[in-house]
């Protein structure tokens, strides 16, 4: 079939699925799905030697999981492109629109089994904390984060139609986007760092000085990699690289309309300035003060 013929059928593809419906966790919201699921996702069974990347949406999720599985492949390029990356690690809550769920894929995955989520801090299933499972979380300035989710939500039929961007702005403020308020789960996980082995990262340092950040990843995980291999890992988890890579840009997802906006968007600090009105700034400021103002916890908002 002619290339824009694919992309016409997929569009049409796209157009048919049903959206999914939103509902609510202890005050957070979350796709239906999930919550019907909740007892299955909540009794989960982590294993010591299990591995969770943890994150809000959009923070650089993504991002990670390659640093990640390279780091434990040696730096093996081939064997890092062997599935597409929600396969290779089961996004735990998540429940499919054929209604396979991550918990299945990770009950089905031999150890030892890197896994992904979004939960917030008090909806992550216990047995991770009672396992002592080791923890990577990554988090992203929340104007940048805010912007790439509403250019996600637009593109994904797993997730609520976003509206106009100012109605977006009100949404994300209010909390009431899936998985919750941005501010309580990075002061969430900030503070349970003290308390369990949790490695958190910032998208920005990632940005400002990749090769120190996937260092420290190295470190965490109890690997020891000469400098070459640290030097291939930087080169292939790169945004170009990664946007080119069809086991990690989504490609073949299809609940994905790359045409509306690609899932690897721009991959850079500071594209809010483009998108944020200086209302919305100095609203956006405001607020932020106050949500932050009881935690230690800071970002960079530019390079
Ligand atoms: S998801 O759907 O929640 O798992 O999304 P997530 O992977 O957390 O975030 C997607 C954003 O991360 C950007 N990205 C990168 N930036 C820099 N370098 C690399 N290698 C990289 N990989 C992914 C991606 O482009 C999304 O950000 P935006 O701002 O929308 O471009």
Redesign the pocket.
């Known amino acids: 079939m002619a290339k824009d013929k694919v992309e016409e059928t997929k569009e049409l593809e796209w157009a048919l699925i049903p959206p999914r419906e939103v509902s609510q966790v202890d005050g957070v919201f979350l796709e239906k799905n999930m919550c019907n699921n909740w007892d299955k996702i909540w009794n989960f069974q982590a294993k010591p030697d299990d591995l969770l990347i943890a994150?809000y949406?959009?923070?650089?999720?993504?991002?990670t999981q390659?640093i990640v599985d390279l780091i434990q492949n040696n730096g093996d390029i081939e064997n890092s492109r062997r599935a597409p990356i929600h396969l290779r690690h089961p996004f735990l809550e998540w429940v499919r629109v054929n209604s396979f769920s991550g918990i299945d894929e990770a009950n089905a995955m031999p150890s030892p089994r890197t896994l992904?989520t979004?939960l917030p801090i008090q909806l992550l299933p216990p047995s991770f904390w009672e396992k002592k499972c080791k923890i990577i979380y990554?988090a992203r300035n929340a104007k940048?984060n805010m912007?790439?989710y509403y250019?996600?939500q637009t593109m994904n039929k797993g997730l609520p139609d976003p509206g106009s961007w100012d109605e977006y702005f009100e949404t994300f403020m209010s909390g009431k986007v899936m998985w919750g308020s941005w501010f309580d789960h990075v002061k969430g996980w900030w503070k349970k760092k003290d308390s369990h082995p949790i490695l958190y990262l910032f998208?920005e340092e990632?940005?400002k000085d990749p090769k120190r950040e996937i260092r420290k990843v190295m470190e965490f995980l109890g690997k020891n990699l000469k400098e070459e291999v640290l030097d291939k890992i930087v080169n292939n988890?790169?945004?170009a690289v990664?946007k080119n890579n069809p086991m990690?840009n989504y490609i073949n997802d299809i609940e994905m309309n790359h045409s509306l906006s690609p899932?690897?968007?721009?991959?850079?600090v500071g594209?809010w300035k483009n998108q944020f009105t200086e209302d919305q700034n100095k609203r956006f400021n405001e607020d932020y003060e106050k949500h932050m103002a009881d935690t230690s916890l800071s970002f960079f908002e530019e390079l």
């Open positions: 994150s949406p959009k923070a650089g999720t993504t991002w390659e992904k979004h990554v940048d912007v790439s250019y996600f998208y990632m940005m988890t790169s945004f990664m990690t899932f690897m968007r721009k991959g850079v594209d």
